[in-house]
Structures are given as structure tokens and as C-alpha cells.
């Protein structure tokens, strides 16, 4: 990242020589300089995702809530805080609304007119993984378009993802295999966590192995971590060694998408630097006349 950065930094000093515009290059550093890894935890509705978040943060009380309708159900951004916890509530017409944590515990959004939550916490685990944005979202097979397409919203900016898969039904349906489909054409970090893993029957580890089969159709060879937790007993290890993984390569994972978003701000310096010479070079050539 601070390469990119180096980069875009001398990349303005041309366009500033030049009188090139520069607010294009002013901007994605700005975006740069609060970069997270968006990291969405997806799966159908009652699959244990809000469960799993709580049990990641570890507190006493639930951050979340976890006995929601598809209704209320929003996107919920998590990113750590080195301040005070604070939490917004971002409405489809851009306005904001803030609440404490204990008036989020209560809170009931309206899907309809409420696009997300942007929760800041200072908490000793997300406090590991500062570069790194967990995203509750809505349930899918919910019967509710809003939450399809939220998840449409998520995929292009998303750069690793975590798929919940309920111990109790692991059946991979064409949803979530569509969804599988997209993360493997990106070529993104992913994890699928198996929940409410204390609520697995007997044939357990014969219709997981059954699973891994069903996935391979959808993201052949491609790497993907395995998982196992439960809301109940608190297991989550695993998962979170996902998510440490991910701060570890944060640099890297991110450095690799402004690459892409920096590419076309070069292009452009370079074409224009390119016209600028064929013009000079014209008027050397016609000059003597």
C-alpha cells in the first residue's frame, strides 16, 4: 500500500506540473487512508451469522441481535475503534442517525429505509484484525429482495468473504452456489464456517465430507478454509485465525485492488503526456517556416 501511495504522490506532482486535474488521484488516497478488508459473513436466513459475531466479540451482553425478522434485518459493518465505541445507522437518503451500544441492543431498523450500520467498537479481538471489516449481512432465501440485493451491493468491494453453513443443514443450494461462483471468478479469500456445530447429528463428518464434494463444483481447486463454531460453547478459534490471516496479508489483499483502481489515473496522465509531445513535436517540425 505504501508503494501505491508512493506512486499516486508522484503521479500528482506530474499532473500538478503539467496542470493535469488531480482530484481523481486526491480522492482514492483518501480512500486508501481508511481502507478496510470487507470481509461479509453470508448465508441464508437463520444460519447463525448475527450468532457468530457475538460470539467472535466475545462480550458479556450481544452487540447483535439475533431474534430478527427479514424486516429488520440490515447490513452490519464491524471495524475496530482506538476511541470510543460509537455506532451510525446510514439511511437510504444518506442521512445518519447515531445510538449508543445499549440503544443498538434494542434497535429495530427498517430494511426499507435503512441501508446499514456502521458499528465501531474498541474491542480486544477486532483490535487484532484493525484493518479488517466484518460484515453481518442479511439472510438470503429470506423472501426478501432488499436482502439479494444488498448482497449484489457487497460482492464488487468485498475482498475476502465468510459463507455460514449450519451444522444442521448443510445442504449447498443454488444460491449459495451462485454466490460461490462469483467469489471464484474474483479469486477471493474464503472461509466456510460451519455453525451451531454443537447441534450436528451423528452423520456429521459423512454429510460434511458430502459438502466439500457439493463446493468443488461451484470453486473447483480453489483454497478455501474450513471452520467449525458454536454460538453456545463459544468456540470460535478457528474462525478467528481465518481473520488474523487476513490483517497478516491486509497489506497485500488491498494493495492489490488500488493497483487496479490506480491504473487508469496513470493511463490518463500518460496519454495526455503523449498528446503534449506529438503537439511539441509538430510545432518544432513546422516552426522554420
Do not use: W
Not at 486535474?21 to 486526491?26: A, E, L, P, R, W
Request: charge should be negative.
Amino acid at each position: 500500500m505504501k508503494e501505491v501511495y508512493t506512486v499516486l504522490e508522484e503521479l500528482k506532482g506530474i499532473n500538478t506540473a503539467y496542470g493535469i486535474d488531480t482530484d481523481g488521484i486526491s480522492r482514492l488516497q483518501a480512500e486508501m487512508s481508511e481502507a478496510k478488508v470487507c470481509t461479509p459473513i453470508i448465508g441464508k436466513f437463520s444460519s447463525g451469522k448475527s450468532a457468530l459475531v457475538n460470539t467472535i466479540l466475545g462480550y458479556s451482553r450481544k452487540i447483535l441481535r439475533e431474534d430478527i425478522t427479514p424486516e429488520t434485518a440490515i447490513p452490519a459493518e464491524i471495524v475496530y475503534s482506538e476511541s470510543e465505541d460509537s455506532i451510525s445507522i446510514i439511511k437510504n437518503d444518506g442521512s445518519y442517525k447515531q445510538l449508543d451500544v445499549d440503544e443498538y441492543r434494542t434497535f429495530e431498523a427498517d430494511a426499507n429505509t435503512v441501508k446499514s450500520a456502521r458499528i465501531k467498537l474498541r474491542n480486544s479481538f477486532l483490535e487484532k484484525i484493525p484493518d479488517v471489516m466484518i460484515v453481518d449481512m442479511p439472510g438470503f432465501e429470506s423472501g426478501f429482495e432488499i436482502h439479494n440485493k444488498a448482497i449484489d451491493n457487497y460482492l464488487p468491494q468485498s475482498l475476502a468473504y465468510i459463507i455460514a453453513i449450519p451444522a444442521d443443514d448443510m445442504i449447498i443450494r443454488s444460491s449459495v452456489g451462485n454466490i460461490l461462483k462469483e467469489l471464484h471468478l474474483n479469486d477471493v479469500p474464503l472461509c466456510v464456517v460451519i455453525t451451531k456445530y454443537d447441534k450436528r447429528n451423528d452423520d456429521f463428518e459423512s454429510t460434511f465430507q458430502k459438502m466439500k464434494e457439493s463446493l468443488k463444483r461451484f470453486v473447483g481447486d480453489s483454497e478455501i478454509t474450513y471452520c467449525k463454531t458454536s454460538s453456545f460453547t463459544g468456540d470460535d478459534e478457528e474462525l478467528e485465525e481465518f481473520l488474523i490471516k487476513i490483517q497478516e496479508e491486509s497489506q497485500d489483499i488491498l494493495a492489490h485492488k488500488y493497483k487496479k483502481l490506480a491504473l487508469p489515473l496513470v493511463e490518463n496522465t500518460r496519454n495526455y503526456l503523449i498528446t503534449t509531445l506529438k503537439g511539441s513535436d509538430c510545432l518544432l517540425y513546422t516552426s522554420p517556416s
